[in-house]
C-alpha cells in the first residue's frame, strides 16, 4: 500500500449503459480512470465515447501529465478512429 491518503478519481455510468474500463490507461504516477461506452444509437461520425477522469494536482509534473494524455488519445483513436473524447 503506498503512502497517499484519501483522494482517488470515478466516473459513474447508468446501469445498463456499455461501458467497459479500460484498464491498459492505467498510469503508475496519475490518478486517472477512462471508460470506453458504445451506445446502441450514436450519430454517424462517432463509434465509441472515450469518458476520462483525471485529477491534476497542483505539484504535478507538467511534462508526464502531458505526454500520458497525448499517448492516451493516440492509443484510443488508433483502436476506435471514431472516437468522441
Keep these: 500500500m503506498d503512502s497517499r491518503r484519501g483522494g482517488g478519481v470515478a466516473v459513474y455510468a447508468k ?6 474500463h479500460q484498464i491498459q490507461l492505467i498510469h ?3 490518478e486517472v480512470i477512462w471508460l470506453l ?4 444509437s450514436m450519430p ?3 463509434t465509441h465515447l472515450l469518458i476520462g477522469s483525471v485529477y491534476y494536482p497542483p505539484k504535478a509534473n507538467n511534462f508526464e501529465m ?5 499517448s ?7 483502436s476506435h478512429p471514431n472516437t468522441g473524447i
Design 37 to 40: 461506452c458504445r451506445q446502441s
Design 15 to 20: 446501469l445498463g449503459t456499455p461501458c467497459l
Design 28 to 30: 503508475d504516477n496519475l
Design 44 to 46: 454517424r461520425e462517432v
Design 66 to 70: 502531458s505526454e500520458y494524455l497525448i
Design 72 to 78: 492516451t488519445m493516440d492509443i484510443i483513436t488508433r
